[in-house]
């Protein structure tokens, strides 16, 4: 079936360096994408989105890719901090003008000291 | 970005019993979601639930297991009925977002069930 996958379930990175978190889509309708972070006891946490008729969005220290012709997604976090965590993940929105978020499996980052 | 409050924030329930989820949102949604996230696993949507109409199920859940309220704009209720240790898990309310903050997430209610 239709799913939203991640590549990695964990990823361990040296403090300082920047991680590279992807994500598989399957769902050519979708229109809108969303990277989470939750860290443990708590709710997901808003990180950073990007619609269909986008191929990069920045943040604050996060950059969000999005590779229509693969159905690929990433989430690139510059000099990780041990505040960083957690595990994300990527949701996507199959239903245009409706509100359904389908979610990844997750990938729990580690940041190494 | 809107602020929701989720209380429980955890329980510990007798098998057979029922537990009731509250959600409060510090300003006027149209739509609220109620998601289940199993240990260890991601976010499953349970149901979308509007004001002044029945809660919209997805596959998988009923209204008989999982019965919502949606008496008003800003609140929210899921039961969680005839409770099953396979049950436990945590149970999260997310409204649409404002603007760039994606759907907003209380902080879910972690549900243990003995």
């Known amino acids: 079936g239709e799913s939203v996958g991640l590549h990695l379930p964990t990823l361990s990175v040296q403090e300082g360096d920047n991680s590279i978190i992807n994500c598989a889509y399957s769902?050519?309708?979708?229109?809108?994408f969303i990277w989470y972070k939750q860290e443990s006891g708590k709710g997901p946490q808003f990180i950073i989105d990007?619609?269909?008729?986008?191929d990069k969005r920045q943040g604050q220290r996060v950059t969000v890719l999005l590779n229509k012709t693969v159905k690929h997604l990433s989430l690139q976090i510059a000099a990780t901090q041990p505040g960083d965590s957690a595990v994300y993940f990527c949701?996507?929105?199959?239903?245009?003008?409706?509100?359904?978020?389908?979610f990844g499996t997750g990938t729990r980052l580690t940041v190494i000291p | 970005s809107a602020v929701i409050s989720q209380k429980p924030s955890r329980d510990i329930c007798q098998r057979g019993t029922s537990l009731t989820i509250q959600c409060q949102v510090d300003?006027?949604?149209?739509?609220m979601f109620w998601y289940r996230q199993q240990p260890g696993q991601s976010l499953t949507l349970i149901a979308t639930?509007?004001?002044?109409?029945?809660?919209?199920?997805e596959s998988g859940f009923v209204i008989d297991k999982f019965p919502i309220s949606r008496p008003n704009l800003t609140f929210s209720t899921l039961t969680v009925s005839n409770m099953s240790p396979e049950d436990s898990s945590i149970y999260l309310c997310s409204v649409e977002g404002q603007g760039d903050y994606g759907y907003t997430f209380g902080s879910g209610t972690r549900l243990t069930v003995v």
């Open positions: 990007i619609r269909s008729n986008m």
């Open positions: 639930a509007n004001q002044g109409s029945e809660a919209t199920y």
């Open positions: 769902n050519s309708a979708s229109d809108y």
């Open positions: 949701a996507e929105n199959r239903k245009t003008g409706a509100n359904n978020l389908f």
């Open positions: 300003s006027q949604v149209t739509m």
